[in-house]
Structures are given as structure tokens and as C-alpha cells.
């Protein structure tokens, strides 16, 4: 399951084996790799996109291709729907 939590200033993601209750991959903008790529001046729309797209490498890396897209009651639009759709650009399908 690709779980998304977002802040009024941070987001983050993560894919999580539910049977394993264990996070196999996770990404948000405070990650030491991805934020020296975000820039101050940067739309949060913008910082989701890189963040998604992060995601998407690191699970590809691990094998993972499938997942289930819980939005953990936030609304598909904005931040949440620039993640999903960087996720599916990268490779992910849901």
C-alpha cells in the first residue's frame, strides 16, 4: 500500500507491507538526498512531483511494481494528486 501523509509544509510517502506491517520504501522532502533538490522558491505541487518520482526509483529498485493508493482522507487533488502521478509516471501502477 503507497500511504501519503502530508503536512501544511512537508509531505511524505511511503509503500508499506500490510501483511509484514513493515515500510519497504519511503521518501518525503525532508529525505537527505531529495532536499538539496528542492529549491525555497519551489511550488508544493512542485516538491510532491519530486518527491513522487523519488519514490517511484527507490521501489523500482526493490522490485515493487504494483501497489494499492491509500490517500489516508486527504483529498485527490493538489500535493496528493502530483505524487500519484509522478509515482505512475515512474513506473508504478495503482
Same mark, same amino acid.
Given at each position: 500500500?503507497?500511504?501519503?501523509? $502530508? ?11 500490510? !501483511? ?12 537527505? +538526498?531529495?532536499?538539496?533538490?528542492? /529549491? ?5 505541487? +512542485? &516538491?510532491?512531483?519530486?518527491?513522487? @518520482? ?5 521501489? /523500482?529498485? /526493490? !522490485?515493487? @511494481?504494483?501497489? &494499492?493508493?491509500? $490517500? !489516508?482522507? #486527504?483529498?485527490?487533488? !493538489? ?9 505512475? /509516471?515512474?513506473?508504478?501502477? #495503482?
Amino acid at each position: 500500500r503507497l500511504d501519503v501523509f $502530508r503536512s501544511l509544509n512537508h509531505i511524505y510517502a511511503q509503500i508499506i507491507d500490510d !501483511g509484514a506491517d513493515h515500510t519497504l520504501v519511503s521518501a518525503s522532502d525532508v529525505d537527505k +538526498e531529495i532536499r538539496p533538490t528542492v /529549491k525555497e522558491s519551489q511550488k508544493k505541487t +512542485e &516538491v510532491a512531483t519530486v518527491v513522487g @518520482t523519488a519514490l517511484a526509483k527507490r521501489a /523500482k529498485e /526493490k !522490485g515493487i @511494481t504494483k501497489v &494499492v493508493f491509500d $490517500r !489516508g482522507g #486527504f483529498q485527490y487533488h !493538489g500535493r496528493v494528486k502530483a505524487l500519484a502521478e509522478a509515482v505512475r /509516471k515512474g513506473g508504478l501502477t #495503482f
